[in-house]
């Protein structure tokens, strides 16, 4: 495609290529209810990275150390996932692949909130298999716009896609700091797992993004 920002004399224009991106975006039904779905992923999951080191350390009662591994575990279980990820390529419906990386996530979420103080290596474990999950839905979501979305928008759209799920992030980790400590650890790893189920679930339920990951021409609407 010609793209207007390398073109001599011609200056940005991040404000109406912004808008057009929107609009682009908004065009799709599958792209725009997916990103909705998104940012309620990133509200849900991204705030939890920041909840190991003080599960490991008050609900488990482990020290600085012990948190040490619950990061590198799961750092290890996305390098992992990550390579699975490109030796294999997914299925060949990427929504197969990403909603199956939801649910798994939702439930593994769930089930280290009803984890008793005692179990701090079942924690580990379900740590690492969090990180090995987890590629298998960011990745094939970036892939899937790669695929679908013409040429000539793809930046403006991935921009604009990422900065929905950057921007939702924050409010994730805002609620996380103002009830995460006065409802419970554990109680929040459970809410957690509810919204990222409850993200799979809508993935599945909507049919413009149940069939998006469909092999076949580009989507126009």
Same mark, same amino acid.
């Given at each position: 495609?010609?793209?207007? $920002? ?30 909705? #779905?998104? /940012? @309620?992923?990133?509200? /849900? ?6 909840? +190991? ?6 609900? =488990?009662?482990?020290?600085? $150390? ?43 979420? #769930? ?17 690492? +298999? ?8 960011? !990745?094939? =979501? ?17 921009? @604009? !896609?990422?900065? #929905? ?8 980790? %805002? ?9 419970? @650890?554990?109680?929040? =790893? ?14 599945? /339920? ?9 092999? %076949? ?5």
């Amino acid at each position: 495609p010609t793209l207007r $920002a390398g073109a001599a004399g011609r200056k940005l224009r991040l404000w109406s290529d912004t808008v057009e991106g929107f609009r682009v975006l908004r065009a799709k039904r599958w792209l725009w209810e997916l990103c909705l #779905i998104c /940012a @309620l992923f990133s509200v /849900a999951f991204m705030p939890i990275c920041a909840l +190991f080191p003080l599960m490991s350390m008050d609900y =488990f009662g482990r020290d600085a $150390a012990a948190a040490a591994v619950a990061e590198t575990a799961f750092s290890i279980g996305m390098l992992a996932g990550s390579v699975i990820l490109g030796i294999w390529g997914g299925t060949k419906d990427k929504m197969v692949t990403m909603v199956g990386s939801i649910l798994c996530l939702g439930i593994l979420l #769930i089930w280290t909130g009803l984890l008793p103080p005692s179990a701090f290596w079942l924690f580990i474990a379900l740590d690492l +298999f969090m990180g090995l999950t987890a590629p298998f839905f960011n !990745s094939v =979501f970036m892939a899937l716009i790669q695929e679908k979305v013409e040429p000539e928008y793809l930046g403006r759209v991935l921009g @604009l !896609s990422g900065a #929905i799920m950057t921007l939702a992030s924050p409010v994730g980790l %805002g609620a996380t700091a103002l009830f995460a400590d006065r409802i419970g @650890l554990t109680v929040w =790893f459970l809410i957690a797992g509810a919204g990222t189920l409850l993200c799979g679930v809508l993935a599945l /339920a909507l049919p413009s993004v149940r069939t998006c990951g469909r092999p %076949g021409p580009l989507q126009k609407d």
